[in-house]
Structures are given as C-alpha cells and as structure tokens.
C-alpha cells in the first residue's frame, strides 16, 4: 500500500469560485483521490481557504464586515459547495488558523537564522488620512503605462502590467479616496530568494519526470532571474511578525504576506486535520510532512492552474529547502491550462460564465464534473460552451451509461425477476467482450495512475460503449423466446457490466457510481478492479436481488440551453 499526499491550490477567499477554478485544480485532484483509494492506497487530500492580503479585507469592507467574520463567512460557504461537488477533501482548512500562524512565524525564524531573511528599509505609500500604509491595492491612481483610471497598486487591469504603489501617478487612497498621501520610510523583511538559485536548480534537476508545462514555467523563473521579495506587509489581518515568539521590534503593525504563509498552510492545513482527529484515532501529521517522520515514502502530488506555477516551483520550494529541515518536497505536480467561457475569460463583473454555486442549482454535480473531466485543460486552452456540454451530457451520459443501465436492469425485472439469472455458459460473444474490457481496463487504469484526466473520461467512455454494443449484438430480446439459459448469460454478463461500470465510474462520477451501486446491492465505493474481464464480469452472485434505478440522467434540452445561454453569457455576449 501506497502513502499519497495530494493538495489542490488553495482559493482564494473572496467568494465561491467558477468552474474554471474547480476544472483545473479541484476536480481533477479529487478524481485521483478516488482513484488510488479504490486502489487501496492511503490517501490524504488536503485543501483550504487563502485568507490574508489586501483583496480580502476589501471584500469584506465591501460586504460592511469586520474581515474575520468574512473570512469565516465565505470559508463555510466554500466547503459546503465544494462537497456538494463530493470534492473528498480529508480536510478543508483555512490558512488564518492557528497553526498556520505558528508554522509561518517558524518558517521565517530558521530561515532568518540560516540568513536568508534580512530587514530592508522601503519607500510606500502612507496616507496621512487614513493614518496607515497603503500596501497593494489599498491604493489605486493612473497607470504610468497605458494611462488607465483607476489602476491598482499591484497591478493595471487594463492593460496587465504589475504595479508597486509608489508607479501610480495621482494616486488616492482606496479607503477614504483621500489624495493626501505621501511616500514614507517603512521597514519589511525580505527573502532573499537569490541565494536559493543554485539549491532550486539542483533540486528541479531532479524533476526531469515532470510534464513540459511546470517544467518550462520553473525554468523561465530562474532563467529570468529570481529577485528577493518583501514578505511582509503594513496590514492587521494575517499572520504576525515575530521574533522568538514575541513581536518583532519595528513590526507590531506588520503582518506576514499572504504569498508567504499561503503555501505553508498545506502543512498547516494537515496540523488542523490532525488537531481535529477524536482522540482515539490520533493521526500523526508528521509522517506525511517530515522525512525524519515518515513521509520519506510517502508520494507528495500538487495540483494547480498554471498561475500558480511559479509559486509551487520556486517560491515555496525556496521557503522549504532554505529552512534546511526535513520537510517533505512535490514530488509530482499537475498543472493546468485555463478553462475558457467561449473565446473570453469568465468574468463576475460582466455576468459572463457559471459559478460552483449557480450550476449546481441547474444540474446535479456528476454533470459538471463528467463535462469538467472530459473537456479537462490539460494540454492547451479549452472552452466552455452550451452546446459542447449539451451534448457531451446527452451523448455520454444518457445515451451511453444511463441508457445501458436502465435498458438492462427494466429487462432482467420484466424476465428474471429482478435477480441475478442462473443458467448457462459464456460464448464467443461474451470471451470476445472479456478480450475488449480487458484492454480498455489496462488503458483506463494506465491514463488514471498518469493523471491523464481527459484521456481517462475517453477510456471510461470506450468501456460504457463496449457494454451497449455487445447487448445490441447479444440482443436478449430475441433469445429470451427460444433459448432461456442463452438470454440468462448475456443479462449476467450485462448485471456484471453495470456493477463494474459503479466502480469505475467513481472516481469522475462519485454520485451517479453511488446511485448504481446501491441499486445493484453492491459495497459503495468499490475496489478498483483488476484488468481480467472474464474475473470482473463474473463476480456478482446468483439470485442477488437487483433494481433499476431511478432515470440516471435527464437529457439537457434546447429551450434549457437558450434560457442558460441568455442568464449566463454565450457566444453572442
Ligand atoms: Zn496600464
């Protein structure tokens, strides 16, 4: 048995995310999750709220609550639909918890002690009104670049370019609108990053495994040079400065930077988890974050867009390898390319694109997330459309599984009773469909262990395809009226094909394999199964009661697709 460590890329806390986010991170990591636990590895999949830096306490100014009470707020609400989607998080945690408080304050002291953190004095914006720093997008202003208003500290939407506050011309503070403000003296940390060169080179030299994508994106960042970053900042809400456990002289107003403590709250994330164990199951988060622990065999995967890249190649690397304590390192990461809405980028401002929230009030969640898997962004860019899901949604699912499922199930109640039929001995027929499933299986399986999500949504398809063509060929309408024990084999055959389809639907499609289980008296969820057909399609008992289930999926019809089109955005929007 296997140890796997999986993390899928912390959201951040302003708001329930679109289906973008869930495509290129949640979903596909959950999906693996499932996997290797059917498989009979030990799993623990570890996510958590982003809660700090500026975008948060203006949200929650913007929502008249004090930041806490947003943070707590919108945690909850990104839990409960993220398992409403079945994401099978072990934990869920929230990077303003204590634990990530102290493992943050941790990280800085050893790496100040291994003298890679050093005080630098700053020029920022101070607004005399407001009485405090305006750090990031606390103040907005002109971009000197393309002469934009408003541009953020941190950044111009309009035209792309990063920002440091002290670049905006006419600048404002974001708070008060106040335009008297002036630069001032203000002392931060810095990490300094550029002594981690050579250590991060050495280490992604050993990651020649990697796909091209993080790779090329790691490589780009040293290549372009690594600079050392400021990693606080003047705010009250996050993590903050200490020195030896007390606050740091010159730093009582300061807190950490979200970019610094974010990445650690995976490991503080796994702390909360363990905190939160009854205590007659203690786990032990140490033997799958310490070397020295435990964790030397335990197989770490991220899962990520590709933003996040840089930040789990470099930053965060940096962060572990300069503390020079045994902490576990990635040893795969699965990145992403962006899931489109049409030709443009899902925007909540424009009401263009679907959030978590809203699809599911339209559809069940297998259905996102079958569509979700299928069109997944690994290699490139890909687009959502109505049209595209319309018909991966009738096509795969309701015309393939759900009508193989059901068609099989109404005909062994209106013949046999609803039970398992007796009788008979497989053919030609049923030793050349074992042959085929056998090597859709190996494939399946292979393109599951790859991470190869929309490879495995095709292979899964391949095999509810194999399961309709033999009963279109075996055809047990026509045998039933000369030869019993021939229609009982193919129903058997066709009975053992939809248990199997449970198990291996699961992992894409947890709901529905959940729905076909329990209607085939089977342990939910199952165990992944082996690649010899003739074994897994002989594997339900004689005389087991079973019942068609409920319709699996209603077919998304037109006038749906014009009302969605129309609430949601299209290619006309
Ligand atoms: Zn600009």
Sequence with gaps: MARILITSALPY???????????????????????????????????????HGTPAELAAAAAGQDVATYCQEQHALQHDVGRAYGLSWDWFGRSSS???????????????????????????????????????????????????????????????????????IDPYSAISGSRNIEVRDTRHLYLLQTKMEQPLRDWLATKGDWPLLPRSIAYKHLD???????????????????????????????????????????????????????????????RWWRTDAGAEDVRYLEFMGKDNVAFHTVSFPATILGSREPWKLVDTLKAFNWLNWYGGKFST??????????????????????????????????????????????RDLADVLGNFVNRILKFNEARFEGV???????????HRLHADVSIKLADLTEQMEAIEIRKSAQALRDLWVLGNQYLQE??????????????????????????????????????????????????YPGVWPSTDAALELNRLAVGQPVRAPEVLFRKVEDDQVAQWTQQFGGADS
Excluded at 259 to 286: G, L, S
Aim: proline share 7%; aromatic share 10%.
């Design 13 to 51: 806390i302003n708001g329930v995310k679109h289906l973008g986010n869930l495509a290129g991170s949640m979903l596909p990591a959950d999906v693996y999750a499932r996997f290797k636990r059917a498989r009979g590895d030990e799993v623990l999949y570890i996510c958590a709220t982003d809660e």
């Design 98 to 168: 204590p634990q990530n408080h102290r493992l943050t304050q941790h990280f800085a002291q050893v790496l100040e002690d291994n003298g890679l953190i050093e005080e630098r004095v700053d020029q920022m914006v101070y607004s005399v009104d407001d009485r405090r720093f305006l750090p990031d997008r606390y103040v907005e202003g002109t971009c000197p670049h393309c002469r934009h208003t408003p541009a953020r500290g941190d950044q111009c939407d309009n035209c792309g370019r990063l920002l440091d506050p002290t670049d905006l």
């Design 224 to 286: 372009d040079g690594l600079i050392d970053r400021g990693i606080t900042r003047d705010l009250a809400w996050g993590v903050p400065v200490t020195r030896d456990g007390l606050p740091r002289p010159g730093f009582e107003d300061k807190v950490f930077y979200v970019w610094f403590d974010a990445p650690i709250e995976y490991i503080a994330a796994t702390q909360e988890w363990a905190d939160n164990a009854p205590v007659e199951e203690a786990r032990d988060w140490r």
């Design 349 to 394: 401002s424009q009401k263009r694109g679907v959030f978590m929230d809203q699809a599911l009030a339209l559809l069940p969640p297998d259905y996102w997330r079958w569509y979700l898997a299928a069109n997944s962004p690994e290699t490139s860019d890909t687009a959502f459309t109505w049209e595209q899901f319309q018909s991966a949604i009738n």
């Design 420 to 430: 398992v039929p007796d009788g008979g001995e497989p053919g030609e027929l049923e």
């Design 474 to 523: 075996a055809a047990p309408w026509t045998a039933i009226k000369t030869d019993r024990d021939r229609a009982a084999v193919i129903v058997r055959t066709g009975l053992n094909l939809v248990a199997l389809f449970a198990r291996i639907s699961a992992p894409i499609l947890p709901f529905t394999a959940q729905t076909i289980a329990d209607s085939m008296g089977e342990p």
